[in-house]
């Protein structure tokens, strides 16, 4: 019986749209060689990114920061991710873009050579299990500390090892997310998320100065929480906000509303999603059902 051939998978590689196979960038890219550069990991529902534009607002906003010039405006870039859904038939897609500093001959020696590279790949996404919303998850708390005099600190460089590193560990003992705390032991984010937790009806998060990345998916819970009249209160929080709270959840772009039932060995309120989880999750969906419908 003959085989239905493959789609090919696409990448956007500086402006064009090449076959994954055969996209490549120089050796002596300094970010294959020193992990200089930028990322934003964006997820599309129905074709359309979910808040592109405050994404790559969020790379602009680094790219300057660092004295970065981001190759293409932020309308191309959208129209060449949503021209990339399309090519690889992925209308609900986990989306990365990533943007190196370039050849490091041309940082270093000031020479003639290719400068930066935008590079953007959309795959399926594979959503976290049900079962992770309807009865919560497990995180670890991590043995390290991030510093607010860190340059990098806000920032989504690619410069992830310690990031991943932290999350492996998490994973090896079973648990989905590692939960960093400041140098001055405050409660900071997860290696791949913002964090909150709930106390007598309030929701608390991180401010962005802690300091944390400043989350699309986490404005947009804030956002959808003010709507709904649940109050918000960014504040700094230590580890007893956090292990003494009615509930624990998580935010991210593929993760949107994730509940946390323990950290470790100790379990939140009564060992499963609150009310006030389950109904942020819910007010996020129906707006990305707004945004970006099918």
């Given at each position: 019986?003959?085989?239905?051939?493959?789609?090919?998978?696409?990448?956007?590689?500086?402006?064009?749209?090449?076959?994954?196979?055969?996209?490549?960038?120089?050796?002596?890219?300094?970010?294959?060689?020193?992990?200089?550069?930028?990322?934003?990991?964006?997820?599309?529902?129905?074709?359309?990114?979910?808040?592109?534009?405050?994404?790559?607002?969020?790379?602009?906003?680094?790219?300057?920061?660092?004295?970065?010039?981001?190759?293409?405006?932020?309308?191309?870039?959208?129209?060449?991710?949503?021209?990339?859904?399309?090519?690889?038939?992925?209308?609900?897609a986990r989306l990365r873009l990533t943007m190196t500093m370039g050849n490091t001959r041309?940082?270093?020696?000031?020479?003639?050579?290719?400068?930066?590279?935008?590079?953007?790949?959309?795959?399926?996404?594979?959503?976290?299990?049900?079962?992770?919303?309807?009865?919560?998850?497990?995180?670890?708390?991590?043995?390290?500390?991030?510093?607010?005099?860190?340059?990098?600190?806000?920032?989504?460089?690619?410069?992830?090892?310690?990031?991943?590193?932290?999350?492996?560990?998490?994973?090896?003992?079973?648990?989905?997310?590692?939960?960093?705390?400041?140098?001055?032991?405050?409660?900071?984010?997860?290696?791949?998320?913002?964090v909150f937790v709930v106390k007598g009806g309030i929701v608390k998060t991180p401010p962005?100065?802690?300091?944390?990345?400043?989350?699309?998916?986490?404005?947009?819970?804030?956002?959808?929480?003010?709507?709904?009249?649940?109050?918000?209160?960014?504040?700094?929080?230590?580890?007893?906000?956090?292990?003494?709270?009615?509930?624990?959840?998580?935010?991210?772009?593929?993760?949107?509303?994730?509940?946390?039932?323990?950290?470790?060995?100790?379990?939140?309120?009564?060992?499963?999603?609150?009310?006030?989880?389950?109904?942020?999750?819910?007010?996020?969906?129906?707006?990305?059902?707004?945004?970006?419908?099918?």
């Amino acid at each position: 019986m003959s085989q239905t051939p493959q789609k090919p998978e696409f990448v956007y590689l500086n402006g064009q749209f090449v076959p994954a196979g055969e996209a490549t960038v120089s050796v002596f890219d300094s970010g294959l060689l020193h992990g200089a550069g930028l990322f934003e990991t964006m997820r599309s529902y129905n074709g359309k990114v979910f808040r592109g534009p405050m994404h790559l607002e969020r790379l602009y906003h680094s790219a300057e920061a660092f004295g970065l010039a981001v190759p293409g405006a932020v309308d191309d870039l959208l129209a060449g991710m949503h021209e990339l859904l399309k090519r690889n038939d992925a209308p609900n897609a986990r989306l990365r873009l990533t943007m190196t500093m370039g050849n490091t001959r041309a940082i270093v020696q000031d020479e003639a050579v290719p400068g930066p590279n935008v590079i953007i790949s959309a795959v399926p996404l594979e959503p976290y299990p049900r079962k992770f919303y309807d009865e919560g998850t497990s995180v670890l708390i991590c043995p390290w500390r991030q510093g607010r005099h860190d340059p990098t600190a806000g920032h989504k460089t690619l410069g992830y090892m310690v990031r991943l590193l932290a999350l492996r560990r998490a994973q090896q003992l079973g648990l989905i997310e590692s939960l960093w705390f400041t140098t001055d032991n405050l409660l900071a984010e997860g290696c791949i998320s913002n964090v909150f937790v709930v106390k007598g009806g309030i929701v608390k998060t991180p401010p962005i100065d802690t300091p944390v990345l400043p989350g699309v998916t986490r404005a947009a819970v804030i956002e959808v929480a003010g709507a709904g009249g649940i109050p918000v209160e960014e504040r700094p929080l230590t580890i007893n906000d956090l292990l003494e709270a009615d509930e624990v959840f998580l935010t991210s772009t593929t993760m949107e509303v994730m509940p946390v039932a323990r950290i470790e060995k100790h379990t939140i309120a009564d060992d499963r999603p609150g009310p006030i989880s389950r109904r942020l999750l819910q007010l996020f969906r129906e707006l990305v059902a707004r945004e970006c419908p099918g």
